[in-house]
């Protein structure tokens, strides 16, 4: 059970059976400019009902990919990592051009516990569950309150601001630094760190199937951009080393030190796999909740009745954080690639293929959830959405996302009751996380 650095395989051109289901008009999945106005829950809706597993060509000459959308479909790819693989080409629909990719994020985001199968997955998945069971995250859910509270006596007097910067970008960060560790004096370094990661995500996702650049003859102010990148990116990456080599001579009970302590094999991880276990928890660990938050409050504002429901009964919140998750899906795809030919769906798939799962597509199934594009915070099934994966990848932090929308939403509805969304949005050209990067509320403000 070695763990070796994995390689990344861009897929095998396809499809090398006939389509089973016709390639639907007007459905784009790989432009993330289109992710821009939201997810396109009408086209999931179409994709379900006429294309299921649906052939879909790619950009710059990819491969092209098969889209699942339908619930029990992503379910059966999810629970299947020997038929569908992580480790075989990565979880997304692709990498860049290798001449556009930072050498090291790109090794890092390849070796990490999210792309690799079988007992080393497993193996790195057991060193981090004692930093997600009840007993700790009672603990932490009284640390998540108070923060709550804190930011939110920050926004009490301004009565109209951005939600994001505001709240939710730092509640989840916040939470990460105290399940992790990390001293009170490094925190901000990691809104810079996510500021930058999620600014390069933006400009790739702005950038048309047909833009090139020319290296050698950059305008100034995008030379500048990428120095500040590479110098942040850096720096994030020799904290993360220089933390958890120290983690290693001096253990602390916290998530810090199990990654840094892990083993497979009796080895420790090698600094490679440092570096991807470091990149995978400080980006997942914030992204989700983040834009679930902001998401939250939009859907609380298109359904007045249902925040209402909340406001006279708070005990529904452990419910309605569910629902909130199943409608936000604020992870859009998970990749996984075929080991060999198989039938998903009524089609067959060719071994080397790109298979990819819908998430918001399969938590809008119309056969697993009644009216799906309706929040209903008493929903009796909410909590069998698929937003957070299903089977042995499923998210190992989804019980955190829930303790954070539960202690953000149970405050802000006893504290502001009529604070709603004023339709300023700003959704970022992102087809792999729905990620809000700002999102305007107004309340009366606490004098």
């Given amino acids: 059970m070695d763990l070796v650095s994995n390689t990344y395989v861009e897929g095998r051109i396809g499809p090398a059976h006939p389509v089973a289901y016709p390639p639907l008009a007007g459905v784009d999945l790989a432009d993330a400019r289109s992710f821009t106005s939201g997810q396109p829950f009408d086209a999931y809706a179409r994709l379900r009902r006429d294309a299921p597993v649906m052939w879909h060509p790619e950009p710059r000459g990819g491969p092209g990919f098969w889209a699942v959308t339908r619930h029990a479909d992503v379910m059966t790819v999810d ?52 930093y997600f069971t009840p007993s700790y995250l009672r603990g932490l859910t009284d640390r998540v309150s108070a923060e709550v509270t804190r930011l939110l006596d920050d926004m009490a007097k301004k009565g109209r601001c951005d939600l994001v910067s505001n709240f939710s970008a730092h509640l989840p960060l916040y939470t990460l630094c105290e399940i992790l560790g990390v001293p009170e004096a490094d925190r901000p370094k ?34 500048a951009f990428i120095d500040a990148f590479n110098a942040n990116v850096s720096e994030m990456f020799e904290y993360g080393r220089v933390m958890l080599h120290k983690r290693r001579l001096d253990p602390q009970p916290d998530l810090m030190s199990a990654i840094a302590r892990a083993q497979v094999d009796g080895e420790l991880l090698s600094d490679e796999f440092l570096d991807g276990s470091w990149l995978l928890i400080v980006f997942a660990g914030n992204d989700t909740t983040r834009n679930t938050l902001s998401g939250a409050m939009k859907l609380l504002t298109e359904f007045p009745d249902q925040k209402a429901r909340l406001i006279a009964d708070p005990s529904q919140l452990p419910n309605a954080a569910n629902e909130f998750i199943r409608m936000v899906s604020p992870v859009i795809y998970m990749r996984r690639t075929a080991t060999r030919d198989v039938e998903l769906g009524g ?9 990819i799962m819908y998430y918001g597509a399969a938590n809008r199934d119309e056969a697993v959830f009644a009216d799906p594009d309706r929040l209903d915070v008493g929903r009796a099934n909410a909590d069998k959405h698929i937003a957070f994966g299903y089977g042995p990848h499923v998210c190992i932090g989804k019980r955190v996302a829930q303790i954070q929308l539960e202690e953000a939403y149970r405050q802000i509805l006893a504290r502001f009751p009529d604070i709603a969304w004023t339709g300023e949005i700003d959704i970022a050209p992102n087809n792999f996380v729905h990620a809000v990067r700002q999102l305007g509320v107004e309340f009366t403000p606490e004098s």
Avoid: C
């Fill in 79 to 130: 629970a299947d990592p020997v038929t569908f693989s992580s480790q075989r080409g990565g979880i997304l629909m692709g990498y860049g051009e290798p001449e556009g990719r930072h050498g090291q994020l790109h090794r890092a985001s390849l070796d990490a516990m999210i792309n690799l199968d079988g007992p080393p997955h497993m193996a790195l998945r057991r060193e981090h569950m004692p």
């Fill in 190 to 223: 990691f809104l810079g760190w996510m500021h930058f990661l999620e600014l390069a995500q933006n400009i790739a996702g702005e950038q048309s199937d047909e833009a090139t650049f020319d290296m050698a003859n950059l305008p100034p102010e995008v030379q």
């Fill in 347 to 355: 089609q067959m798939i060719g071994e080397g293929e790109k298979v």
